[in-house]
């Protein structure tokens, strides 16, 4: 009888044993794959891509408030920033915030904007050419000059009425911007890739 009982409690010790390894395994698979995970994570998050939530109607009807969207930060931090692109930027009078805009002038440029028209002059173009503004789909009527220096960008929003952008608080240095809007995933009805984007603008 007692050495049934000793058994007993040697094959409780050896279950308890071994359930407490198993435990251990797993935590320690669970703290592997959590620490794999951020590695690849992070660096995405901080070098390539990251989300970004529209918030208001200053790029309406591009983009509507509560849009879901993917963000390259790749490009960017390669250079390729181009006129027409839908930027994602932090605000210069208040870094913590993040607003959407579409980027109308590049450095050394001069933007003149007069009878709902935006008028571009640089050196290729001294003359100055009328930007060709597909997304624009009412009248706007600023008036307005700007130029930009060396690494400077001047943004509008497509709701040209509704925006709060360059021609009111000014320029955005290179540095500011994050990267453009790469995908559209929500609400699913409007899934897309490179919204906003027409090839046609110069």
Same mark, same amino acid.
């Given at each position: 009888?007692?050495n049934?009982?000793?058994?007993?409690?040697?094959?409780?010790?050896?279950?308890?044993? %071994?359930?407490?390894?198993?435990? %251990?395994?797993?935590?320690?698979?669970?703290?592997?794959?959590?620490?794999?995970?951020?590695l690849?994570?992070?660096?995405?998050?901080?070098?390539?891509?990251?989300?970004?939530?529209?918030?208001g109607?200053?790029?309406?009807? /591009? @983009?509507h408030?509560?849009?879901? %969207?993917i963000?390259?930060?790749?490009? $960017?931090?390669?250079?390729?920033i181009?006129?027409?692109?839908?930027?994602?930027?932090?605000?210069?009078?208040? /870094?913590?915030?993040f @607003?959407?805009?579409?980027?109308?002038?590049?450095?050394?440029? /001069?933007?003149?904007?007069?009878?709902?028209?935006?008028?571009?002059?640089?050196?290729?173009?001294?003359?100055? @050419?009328?930007?060709?503004?597909?997304y624009?789909?009412?009248?706007?009527?600023?008036?307005?000059?700007?130029?930009?220096?060396?690494?400077?960008?001047?943004?509008?929003?497509d709701?040209?009425?509704?925006?709060?952008?360059?021609? @009111?608080?000014?320029?955005?240095?290179?540095?500011?911007?994050?990267?453009r809007? $790469?995908?559209?995933?929500?609400?699913?009805? /409007?899934?897309?890739?490179?919204?906003?984007?027409?090839?046609?603008?110069?």
């Amino acid at each position: 009888m007692e050495n049934n009982t000793e058994e007993t409690k040697v094959i409780s010790k050896t279950k308890s044993k %071994l359930w407490i390894k198993k435990q %251990l395994h797993e935590f320690w698979d669970l703290v592997k794959f959590a620490a794999l995970a951020l590695l690849i994570v992070i660096p995405i998050r901080t070098f390539i891509a990251q989300p970004f939530i529209v918030s208001g109607e200053s790029m309406f009807p /591009t @983009f509507h408030d509560g849009q879901y %969207l993917i963000v390259d930060e790749l490009s $960017y931090h390669m250079g390729n920033i181009k006129r027409g692109d839908v930027v994602i930027f932090r605000y210069p009078h208040d /870094t913590t915030r993040f @607003f959407i805009k579409r980027i109308i002038g590049l450095p050394n440029e /001069t933007v003149k904007i007069e009878d709902g028209k935006v008028m571009i002059i640089n050196k290729e173009n001294p003359e100055g @050419f009328v930007l060709n503004e597909p997304y624009i789909n009412q009248p706007f009527h600023t008036y307005d000059t700007k130029t930009t220096g060396d690494g400077e960008y001047f943004v509008m929003g497509d709701n040209r009425n509704a925006s709060s952008d360059s021609r @009111f608080w000014g320029l955005v240095p290179k540095k500011l911007l994050v990267g453009r809007a $790469y995908l559209r995933l929500l609400p699913t009805d /409007t899934v897309s890739y490179l919204p906003g984007y027409y090839p046609e603008i110069k």
